[in-house]
Structure formats: C-alpha cells, structure tokens
T-cell receptor
C-alpha cells in the first residue's frame, strides 16, 4: 500500500543539480512530505520536509506542486558523497513517528 | 556531541541462538525507535520506546522479539532463537520529543547474519 512512487534509479554528473521526483497522489491535507537519504552502510539521514510551500535548507530544496500530488527534491550541486538511496515519505508531523520507507531512488553521482 | 550509537555493528549467530542489539540514543533523547531493513527492502518500523515504557510495538513480530529501554543504559532489542529470516540490518533512531519525523536521528545500524 505504497503512498509514494519514485523512480528506481538515476544518474547525475558531479557539480550539476540533481532533481529527484516523487509522486504522492493520495496525500492527505495534513500530511507532510519528508525526504531522507541512506548512504551505503549507514543509517538514514533526514534531509528536508514540507507541507505545501517550497522549502530550502543547507542540504537541499523541496518543490511541492500546487495540488500537492508530487514533489521534487533538488540537490543544487551534487557531489560524489551525495551518492545514496533517497526516500520520499508522507506522514503527519509530530504525531506520526512511524517512518515508512519504500524502495527509494538510488542516485549515483558520477565524476 | 556523539550521535546515536549502536553495537555491535555486525553480529553473526547460528540458528537457535539469541541476538542482543544495543542502542544508545543521543544525549538528552528519551525516545527510541527500532527499524528493520531486510535485504533489498526499505526500513520497516518495529517498536517505539520511552524510558521504561513500550509505547508502540505494532511492527514487531509477536514471537521471539522483545525490546526494552531501561532507566539506565542503552535500549536493547532481543531476538531469541534466531532463524535465517532474521538476517537484516537493524537501525535504531532517537528523538528528544515524541513524534516529529524530522527529529529522528538514526544510528549506523547492526547487521545481523544468521547462519
């Protein structure tokens, strides 16, 4: 019962922006969009989250469409260390502690 | 400012043995979550604990698995009589307050291999 759909993999050139799409067509009005990533052999790392406005932090930007049915995570200047599996998750902030990870998108940054 | 610590990082057990996985949350964090990642799959929630209390164990198998978070010391995930299907990476996360997905900080995981 997947709540998000992501492409299984994508390549990106080092120094270029990486745009990672996510579909969440059944998202509810009070659900947030979260992004985590998991670098090989490490635990997941929180990246960013948003409700309906675009968000930016030191790691990435999150663009959410007006109908909220899809979003894009943007890594502005990908480096080799950004190679990881990226997970898009929807949930209710503060009250929903059960993170539900799907297969994610395997991003490979190439020199 | 140490992060979430887990040990051992790798654990090998034979079928029927017990596995004990330890998790020390970040300083000041009193909420612990355990997740399991089976090979080629995403992480799945297992259990949520606060100090001395199990809040939600809905994701944990009913038999052979137990978890605790004592007043002193690390949180322990215990698997009795392990089977090959228990081979997985087990991740612990901690947070300073209840819920709030963005505030869960993960440890490096324990990779359990059952022979």
């Amino acid at each position: 019962d997947a709540k998000t759909t992501q492409p299984p993999s994508m390549d990106c050139a080092e120094g270029r922006a990486a745009n990672l799409p996510c579909n969440h067509s059944t998202i509810s009005g009070n659900e947030y969009v979260y992004w985590y990533r998991q670098i090989h052999s490490q635990g997941p790392q929180y990246i960013i989250h948003g409700l309906k406005n675009n968000e930016t932090n030191e790691m990435a930007s999150l663009i959410i469409t007006e109908d909220r049915k899809s979003s894009t995570l943007i890594l502005p200047h990908a480096t080799l260390r950004d190679t990881a599996v990226y997970y898009c998750i929807v949930g209710v902030s503060r009250n929903d502690y059960k993170l539900s990870f799907g297969a994610g998108t395997t991003v490979t940054v190439r020199a | 400012n140490a992060g979430v610590m887990q040990n051992p990082r790798h654990l090998v057990r034979r079928r029927g043995q017990e596995a004990r996985l330890r998790c020390s949350p970040m300083k000041g964090h009193s909420h612990v979550y355990w997740y399991r990642q089976l090979p080629e799959e995403g992480l799945k929630f297992m259990v949520y604990l606060q100090k001395e209390n199990i809040i939600d164990e809905s994701g944990m198998p009913k038999e052979r698995f137990s978890a605790e978070f004592p007043k002193e010391g690390p949180s322990i995930l215990r698997i009795q009589q392990v089977v090959r299907g228990d081979s997985a990476a087990y991740f612990c996360a901690s947070s300073p307050t209840s819920g709030g997905q963005e505030t869960q900080y993960f440890g490096p995981g324990t990779r359990l291999l059952v022979l």
